[in-house]
């Protein structure tokens, strides 16, 4: 279609806004969704301060520094054929500049003087937290805070976001993400998984540049009534239906648990399984109420394309009927009674004459244009969200085990039983993280289920966290006490809570020869046996100063 569109257009610099003339824009393209927006846009900067000094460029200083550029862009038509007001047919959107391009041309190039030029500025953008998180790759531990507190504390300065989802407002015992560039997850990937895995809700308000995370789409608002006149084709879309019936699997030996939840329209034999380990029942049942809540039954989609720059408002948000007694469509169409959502608009434009001069400094200019919309159902509980790359967990860190039991100087373990779910855990501190505190499963970590050989006080561990849970992976240093020498070839069991009050059973050579020793020690009380060659030696002693 050729339209006459009303742009107005500001690029941020440097920290200076310069405003760009409608009639000034040569190109533009946007692929706006329910999540936010990428684009690019195409303007003309006549400069001849050698000449005349008619036209000054502004921007041309400001253009080449690295600053952080935004941009901000309205567009409407020039003209309404309708008694739509001029305001409800605005599309507004905007961001943070992504890539920027210049191209210069040249007039009467053989003139001695300096020339005059046509300097046609691109840049591309992408919506705050789109163009900025995707480069955030932190790690972070934090305890008993919710994911919401660890979203304000990165999203940085660009990105403001509202928080309507219980979930991401309740504090958890523990929170870890570790974003490698090296797996292509960032913290707009981890922000984006939580909020699918959750079944939650993530919205780019495109006029108001703010983000919504919400347990539910909005509902609120008048639909718009869309006119026959503005569109040139209806198409209705059924998306792929899934076939396969989700299936919580638990391995906990003691009580094991396979959970089916129910699609209408499976596949026999068709699964997509979860697999876990807990031994809490709750969980469980959590983790099959989760697969539950997902949708499954995908509605119909309308495509629209439009015939002219729209007379109602089209944003992704908007609400819109496509009838044929309020919008004049043909009641033969295949159309619905209950309002549209608008999830993704697509513009590209092109100005009609691409010269410098053609409506240089107006507010309007010609363009052909090509548009068209994403809509579906008002009540359509699908998530709307780009592919994304997942996280990839567990992480390591290193952490020493925490027991205050006894004196400081004392070698004791301790766990501790939770009193809703009679789970036994350690407690572990992690100096990376300023000394927080997690916890981790009581498990026999330390070697196998007929030795009892808790892990102790300050020892060295290797933690494996996912991304609200820990274990530990293995141990990483030896007791002070239980190394012996290389040269005897021994091993060593040293138990108790220090070496003046403890039990040593050890194995060595000498002389070539095997030496068995066990050694009870309680301050100056000492008992000895050792066997070796030819010998046994049974020795009761008190140690005297």
């Not at 932190?138 to 507190?149: A, G, M, R």
């Not at 729209?310 to 908007?318: C, D, H, L, R």
Request: hydrophobic share 40%.
């Amino acid at each position: 279609m050729r339209e006459r569109l009303q742009i107005s257009l500001t690029l941020t610099l440097a920290g200076t806004a310069h405003e760009i003339p409608g009639g000034d824009v040569r190109g533009l393209g946007l692929e706006m969704h329910a999540w936010g927006v990428e684009g690019w846009v195409e303007f003309v900067v006549q400069a001849d301060d050698g000449r005349q000094g008619k036209y000054a460029d502004a921007i041309f200083e400001d253009f080449q520094k690295p600053d952080l550029a935004e941009i901000s862009l309205s567009l409407q038509a020039g003209h309404l054929e309708t008694d739509t007001e001029a305001s409800d047919a605005v599309v507004e959107t905007g961001g943070v500049v992504l890539e920027r391009a210049l191209r210069e041309e040249v007039h009467q190039p053989d003139r001695e003087s300096a020339d005059a030029l046509s300097r046609y500025y691109r840049v591309s953008f992408a919506d705050p937290a789109r163009a900025l998180w995707r480069q955030h790759f932190p790690c972070e531990l934090t305890t008993n805070k919710s994911f919401k507190d660890v979203i304000e504390a990165h999203k940085g300065a660009k990105a403001t976001l509202t928080y309507d989802f219980d979930p991401i407002t309740t504090a958890e015992p523990l929170l870890f993400f570790h974003l490698d560039p090296a797996s292509g997850s960032s913290f707009y990937d981890l922000v984006l998984w939580y909020v699918r895995h959750r079944v939650g809700v993530f919205t780019f308000d495109h006029a108001a540049r703010t983000y919504a995370i919400k347990g539910a789409k909005d509902t609120s608002g008048t639909a718009a009534e869309l006119p026959a006149d503005d569109v040139a084709r209806v198409s209705s879309v059924f998306p792929a239906i899934p076939r396969h019936k989700p299936r919580v699997r638990c391995s906990y030996t003691e009580s094991p648990r396979t959970e089916v939840c129910d699609n209408a329209n499976a596949a026999d034999g068709v699964f997509r399984d979860v697999l876990i380990r807990t031994p809490i029942a709750a969980d469980v049942d959590g983790r099959v109420a989760l697969e539950k809540s997902r949708p499954l039954l995908p509605g119909r989609e309308v495509e629209v394309v439009f015939r002219r720059f729209p007379t109602v408002a089209m944003a992704p948000g908007s609400l819109v009927s496509i009838t044929a007694t309020g919008g004049g469509h043909s009641a033969a169409l295949l159309l619905a009674s209950d309002p549209w959502r608008v999830y993704r608009l697509s513009i590209e434009a092109r100005a009609v004459d691409e010269g410098p001069e053609q409506s240089y400094g107006e507010p309007t200019t010609g363009f052909e244009v090509s548009m068209s919309a994403r809509l579906e159902a008002k009540a359509e509980p699908a998530q709307r969200l780009p592919p994304i790359v997942d996280p990839r967990f567990p992480g390591y860190l290193e952490g020493k085990v925490v027991s205050t039991v006894g004196e400081d100087a004392l070698i004791t373990y301790q766990f501790a039983t939770d009193s809703s779910t009679s789970v036994e855990r350690y407690t572990i501190k992690i100096p990376l993280f300023d000394d927080q505190e997690i916890t981790a499963p009581y498990e026999p970590t330390s070697g196998a289920g007929t030795l009892y050989l808790p892990l102790y006080k300050g020892e060295r561990v290797l933690c494996a966290l996912d991304f609200n849970r820990a274990r530990v992976q293995t141990l990483l240093d030896w007791r002070a006490d239980a190394r012996v020498p290389l040269d005897g070839q021994g091993q060593h069991l040293f138990l108790g809570k220090s070496a003046t009050n403890s039990t040593s059973v050890r194995h060595d050579y000498q002389d070539d020869k095997p030496v068995l020793r066990v050694l009870r020690t309680n301050d100056k009380d000492t008992v000895l046996l050792q066997l070796e060659e030819g010998k046994l030696t049974l020795k009761v002693e008190e140690k005297q100063g």
